[in-house]
């Protein structure tokens, strides 16, 4: 079956960077895209980008465009997100979700909670 | 910047019917997608492409699309559908990825 496990809480001082990682597995990763989507306590889905395991072909979201980096490991059918400068209202969970075509995301991972906080 | 526009909640009796729209100026040329969020879950896919129902969602839920506005259907709401609810598609040009609506608490009470 289709699972995307991603990495454990953290928590971050306003500035500093976090990377977030989502091991795939049940599919094959080449054929799909990865997707990021972030939602921030009490808040709604804020879609942040999407990126190939073809091509790395990327988009994404105008807000976060300076500060985020998305890449994937193939051998490990591994995704990583990088958020750079964060800030309080960076405090949010992080999803990866596998993308379909450069356009919807289906199946989902559990989430990763970044607390940013002095 | 491209926006979907959800109503903030909708309340429904158990065996009853729910509806939730969705507007937005590139539904006409881009597909809707509709994912389903229980409290502390990560979202589920339970309508993509309009219409379409993925394997394992209950054929209770169903969506539409026409014009500007697209539609879930929840006939004969169940306690266990009460969940946030959001729209999602993107903008005709492809060019702004992908966009999510601000999503609505439906309760079944």
């Known amino acids: 079956q289709v699972q995307l496990v991603q990495s454990g809480p953290v928590v971050r001082k306003p500035g500093a960077s976090v990377k977030v990682s989502c091991k795939t597995s049940g599919y094959t990763f080449s054929s799909y895209g990865i997707t990021w989507v972030r939602q921030a306590p009490g808040q709604g889905l804020e879609w942040m980008g999407w990126?190939?395991?073809?091509?790395?072909?990327?988009k994404f979201a105008q807000n976060f465009q300076d500060r985020v980096t998305m890449t994937t490991d193939t051998p490990t059918s591994t995704a990583f997100m990088e958020l750079r400068s964060l800030r309080s209202d960076d405090t949010a969970v992080y999803y990866c979700?596998?993308?379909?075509?450069?356009?919807?995301?289906?199946?989902w991972g559990q989430g990763s909670l970044v607390t940013v906080s002095s | 910047s491209y926006e979907l526009t959800q109503p903030p909640s909708v309340s429904v009796s158990p065996g009853q019917a729910a509806r939730i729209t969705c507007s937005g100026d590139a539904l006409p040329k881009s597909y809707t997608y509709w994912y389903q969020q229980k409290s502390g879950q990560a979202p589920v896919l339970v309508i993509y492409?309009?219409?379409n129902r993925p394997s394992g969602i209950p054929e209770r839920f169903s969506g539409s699309s026409s014009g500007t506005m697209a539609t879930l259907t929840i006939s004969g709401a169940q306690v266990e559908d009460d969940a946030d609810y959001y729209c999602?598609?993107?903008?005709?040009?492809?060019?702004?990825?992908?966009?999510f609506g601000a999503g609505t608490k439906v309760t079944v009470l």
């Open positions: 492409e309009d219409s």
């Open positions: 999602y598609s993107t903008d005709s040009s492809g060019n702004h990825g992908g966009v």
């Open positions: 990126i190939s395991t073809y091509n790395d072909k990327r």
């Open positions: 979700a596998r993308g379909v075509a450069q356009i919807y995301p289906d199946y």
